[in-house]
Nanobody
Framework: QVQLAESGGGLVQPGGSLRLSCTVSGRIFDINVMGWYRRAPGKDRELVATIRRGGRTDYVDSVKGRFIISRDNAKNTVYLQMNSLKPEDTAVYYC???????????????WGQGTQVTVSS
């Protein structure tokens, strides 16, 4: 079994910052891509940012220059530093990781339970 535990969401004023964390635990042999997605009320789930094992990052255009994704491979943890937050960033943020277990032949996607981020004055 593989579990993803997220933390760091909350209420913040426009222009403020939050840092999300997500730690992967359980039967892990390797972790490839890790990422953050979000779902705003009434909208489809959206890819926010991804980071590969080697460190390559990708961002959706709306967060470029404001959000930074990083990972600590020794801790199986991915972070999302969110700066200059806007009301339109309000959403439930989900962590995702492609994980290979000790008896798997390929990477499988796993999801966290989601953490609420609300940007409001």
């Amino acid at each position: 079994q593989v579990q993803l535990a997220e933390s760091g969401g909350g209420l913040v004023q426009p222009g403020g910052s939050l840092r999300l964390s997500c730690t992967v635990s359980g039967r892990i042999f390797d972790i490839n891509v890790m990422g953050w997605y979000r779902r705003a009320p009434g909208k489809d789930r959206e890819l926010v940012a991804t980071i590969r094992r080697g460190g390559r990052t990708d961002y959706v255009d709306s967060v470029k220059g404001r959000f930074i994704i990083s990972r600590d491979n020794a801790k199986n943890t991915v972070y999302l530093q969110m700066n200059s937050l806007k009301p339109e960033d309000t959403a439930v943020y989900y962590c995702n990781a492609d994980v290979m277990g000790p008896y798997d032949s390929d990477f499988l996607p796993y999801w966290g339970q989601g953490t609420q981020v609300t940007v409001s004055s």
